[in-house]
């Protein structure tokens, strides 16, 4: 059975539409009249990233999982419910042991990750006593509790993290764009409060001019209706608009032959949409405004096509929506410049929040600064204390060579000379005739007789 690849959506469910024995509709395509050189027959495609902060991992386990036999034909029977409460993770006992092993490997290598990322971030803030194991709990892809093996536990920990998190991806990134919308209108609020009354109006003038060329485009076709399929049947694929047929349609759209038009499949198709709207160009024209426009033509199909929502557009609920009223006489479509994207009252509560975070961020630079002042302080307090002790030990030094004392070395240890040691130059010198000790073990010799008769 041919390997099928994996798509962000299909990561929802993690194993379920990975396998899906559904033979495609028999079709036949004149690949002549097709623009473009169309998708190559084995050509690997390369998923986008799902998001996720643990995405790699996912997608090597689900890699792993593919390869037994056993689990790939339960993955054939098993529906959207099985696959989320966890069902077929008890599947996960009747893997071959050469599949168990390179999971429990995955495992190890997740939870390190995860660990390394953690000390990262303690060491970032300069923490001790780090906690792995406690710190490991706020991570609900995995067991921490066994950081070795992968489990069944494991399995329905990651498929129900996945669920959770995709699911609420679309949503967070309407509130980030939201957030991006208000800080957009903040920032040129305050810009125009450091002008005069003249340039402000000028600035306004050139705003709402803007404005106008931006909302100055042809029409929109409604996501997901004939209309607008039509168009990229004849511009995109170069086909004649007359012999449009929808299963023809998924088809040719359904880029790696899985059965499913995908997310990101759909998405593609709003392309000549979001032209007719965006232009990278233009001043007036904002790139993150077209992805989030695209963003919202994909849920508006995925909400009107997709009857079991897994996230996934098959071909029986892709005709369905073809025969539907909506279909051939949709509503008119409101790009984002028709729609108001906040209120007067988010937007203040918006400011609000943005200058309760410019106070504490000012007060703790406040205390950062008093800080520095502080080890300053202590600074030139210690240098003063060195150099006095340095001028006390130099006075001591004068003192002792005025004694004839010998001079202190660094540490205050007295410099002492070997016996029988001198410098260059102080041989001792003492007076004829002297009597001095001699050194241990010398005999002195007899001073000659003087009254010694010598013949």
């Known amino acids: 059975m041919k390997k099928l690849s994996l798509l962000p959506q299909q990561c929802i469910l993690l194993m379920s539409c990975l396998l899906v024995a559904l033979e495609a509709v028999p079709i036949d395509i004149d690949k002549t009249k097709v623009k473009g050189e169309g998708h190559v027959e084995g050509e690997k495609i390369e998923n986008p990233d799902t998001g996720l902060y643990y995405d790699e991992y996912l997608r090597q386990v689900i890699d792993v999982l593919e390869t037994d036999k056993h689990f790939r034909e339960k993955l054939q029977t098993a529906d959207i419910e099985e696959i989320k409460s966890g069902k077929l993770s008890r599947e996960l006992d009747l893997v071959s042991h050469h599949v168990r092993t390179r999971l429990d490997e995955l495992k190890r290598q997740e939870v390190a990750r995860l660990r390394m990322l953690i000390k990262a971030k303690m060491d970032s803030v300069q923490d001790t006593g780090i906690d792995h194991q406690a710190l490991l709990k706020q991570f609900e892809h995995l067991n921490h509790q066994n950081p070795d093996t992968f489990e069944p536990k494991d399995l329905d920990m990651l498929i129900k993290a996945a669920t959770s998190d995709l699911e609420n991806y679309d949503k967070t990134r309407h509130e980030e764009f939201k957030k991006y919308e208000m800080m957009k209108e903040h920032e040129r609020r305050e810009y125009l409060k450091t002008l005069d009354e003249e340039k402000r109006q000028r600035e306004e003038s050139k705003f709402e001019e803007m404005k106008k060329k931006h909302g100055d485009h042809p029409k929109v076709h409604h996501p997901g209706s004939k209309d607008q399929l039509k168009e990229v049947w004849e511009e995109a694929d170069g086909l004649d608009p007359n012999e449009f047929d929808p299963k023809t349609f998924f088809k040719l759209h ?85 729609q108001q994207l906040f209120t007067e009252d988010e937007l203040k509560e918006f400011e609000s929040h943005i200058s309760q975070q410019e106070d504490e961020l000012r007060k703790k630079a406040e205390d950062l600064q008093k800080q520095k002042e502080e080890l300053q302080r202590q600074h030139d307090q210690l240098q003063a204390q060195k150099q006095e002790l340095q001028q006390v030990v130099k006075q001591m030094e004068q003192k002792k060579l005025q004694q004839g004392n010998p001079p202190a070395g660094p540490a205050g240890e007295l410099k002492l000379q070997p016996p029988g040691e001198h410098k260059v130059g102080d041989a001792p010198k003492h007076p004829a005739g002297d009597d001095q000790p001699l050194p241990p073990g010398h005999v002195q010799e007899p001073a000659a007789r003087t009254d010694q008769v010598h013949p």
């Open 254 to 338: 359904d880029v790696n032959n899985d059965g499913f038009l995908d997310e990101q499949e759909l998405e593609a198709l709003f392309t000549k949409e979001l032209e007719k709207v965006y232009d990278p160009k233009n001043e007036e024209d904002d790139m993150v405004e077209m992805e989030e426009e695209r963003l919202r033509m994909r849920e508006h199909v995925m909400n009107e096509v997709d009857i079991n929502k897994d996230r996934l557009v098959t071909l029986e609920e892709f005709l369905r929506a073809t025969e539907k009223k909506e279909f051939l006489e949709p509503d008119s479509w409101e790009t984002l410049d028709q």
